[in-house]
């Protein structure tokens, strides 16, 4: 079946820009994570959900970055006013059990 | 989440086994030993987790020492296509968990 995806799969965008990365979890299920990767670097926490409940935010950097799952199945993760500290991956995972799978990422540039 | 200790990096004959430690000298009672791997810019990928037996999957087996403070992933007839970052988690386990991912070890298999 379908696994989960993510769009834009690359981002260009100048400084001051908001943006919007989309996230398209396995279809039936509850979890859906978003994380950030740097190069290098193992991927870092951002926020979660189970179905439309934001759970824990705490990964989020500061109050630029917001994430939204307002019908329990496909989520935007918004970052207002970027900053070219904000340039990563951004990948995001959905899980039923134990497991959480991965989406391909999308790779946001700010210049 | 208990913090975890692995190696930077190894390297592995293609077609001999891969054995990747992993220190977690303050892992809880409740705390599940979780392997992922990414392979590349892909996704991270899961691969196996256990509690304190050991464990076998199509991908791979686990090896928990009877302290639990420690453990190895086996990747019994390693290919070129396994080679990839590897990261070893300890975290409670179920799907509404997110995942602190260290550095992990980087796992090069030769020809």
């Known amino acids: 079946g379908a696994g989960v995806s993510q769009s834009p799969r690359y981002k260009v965008t100048k400084r001051g820009q908001d943006v919007a990365l989309r996230c398209d979890p396995i279809?039936?299920?509850?979890?859906l994570y978003w994380y950030r990767q740097a190069l290098g670097q193992g991927p870092e926490f951002l926020t979660y959900?189970?179905?439309?409940?934001?759970?824990?935010k705490s990964g989020l950097p500061n109050d630029r970055f917001s994430a939204e799952r307002p019908e329990g199945s496909i989520s935007t993760l918004t970052i207002q006013r970027t900053e070219q500290r904000d340039s990563a991956m951004y990948r995001c995972?959905?899980?039923?059990?134990?497991?959480?799978?991965f989406g391909p990422g999308t790779r946001l540039t700010v210049l | 989440d208990a913090k975890t200790t692995q190696p930077t990096s190894m390297d592995c004959a293609e077609g001999r086994a891969a054995n990747l430690p992993c220190n977690h000298s303050?892992?809880?009672?409740?705390?599940?030993v979780y392997w992922y791997r990414q392979i590349h810019s892909q996704g991270p990928q899961y691969i196996i987790h256990?509690?304190?037996n050991n464990e076998t999957n199509e991908m791979a087996s686990l090896i928990i020492t009877e302290d639990r403070k420690s453990s190895t992933l086996i990747l019994p007839h390693a290919t070129l296509r396994d080679t990839a970052v590897y990261y070893c988690?300890?975290?409670?386990?179920?799907?509404?968990?997110?995942?602190?991912f260290g550095s992990g070890t980087q796992l090069t298999v030769l020809p």
């Open positions: 995972a959905s899980s039923l059990r134990n497991e959480q799978f």
């Open positions: 279809s039936g299920h509850v979890s």
């Open positions: 959900f189970n179905y439309e409940a934001q759970q824990d």
């Open positions: 303050t892992i809880s009672g409740n705390e599940y």
């Open positions: 256990g509690l304190k």
């Open positions: 988690i300890a975290t409670v386990s179920g799907s509404a968990r997110q995942l602190t």
